[in-house]
Nanobody, 131 residues
Framework: QVQLVESGGGLVQAGGSLRLSCAAS????????MGWFRQAPGKEREFVAA????????AYADSVKGRFTISRDNAKNTVYLQMNSLKPEDTAIYYC????????????????????????WGQGTQVTVSS
């Protein structure tokens, strides 16, 4: 069992930056792929970014590529989402998720990008970007 707690959300002006953190419980954090998803009001939850258990593979939604960076610190059991050049359309609740399967494709480690691939979820943190 893994418990995830997000932090770092808040209100920021367009063009600003925020860094989200997700602290995980348990001693096997380094075995889990980690991901960030978000849900805007009236919309379905969508993939934002993911990092493989090894840290060697990352994936991003096209809408955030070049602006957001996912990283992990296994010594601190924490995954981060650095968000730069924020836009009003980035406003959403951001959720952290953990994937206990060490995924590969054609022998290469890959990060999970589908909600169904994740086993544990945090409660979410609100990010609001004003125009």
């Amino acid at each position: 069992q893994v418990q995830l707690v997000e932090s770092g959300g808040g209100l920021v002006q367009a063009g600003g930056s925020l860094r989200l953190s997700c602290a995980a419980s348990g001693r096997t954090f380094s075995n889990y792929g980690m991901g960030w998803f978000r849900q805007a009001p009236g919309k379905e939850r969508e993939f934002v970014a993911a990092i493989s258990w090894s840290g060697g593979s990352t994936a991003y939604a096209d809408s955030v590529k070049g602006r957001f960076t996912i990283s992990r610190d296994n010594a601190k059991n924490t995954v981060y989402l650095q968000m730069n050049s924020l836009k009003p359309e980035d406003t959403a609740i951001y959720y952290c998720a953990a994937d206990r399967t060490q995924r590969t494709v054609l022998g290469a480690i890959r990060a999970a990008v589908r909600e169904s691939e994740y086993d544990y979820w945090g409660q979410g943190t609100q990010v609001t970007v004003s125009s």
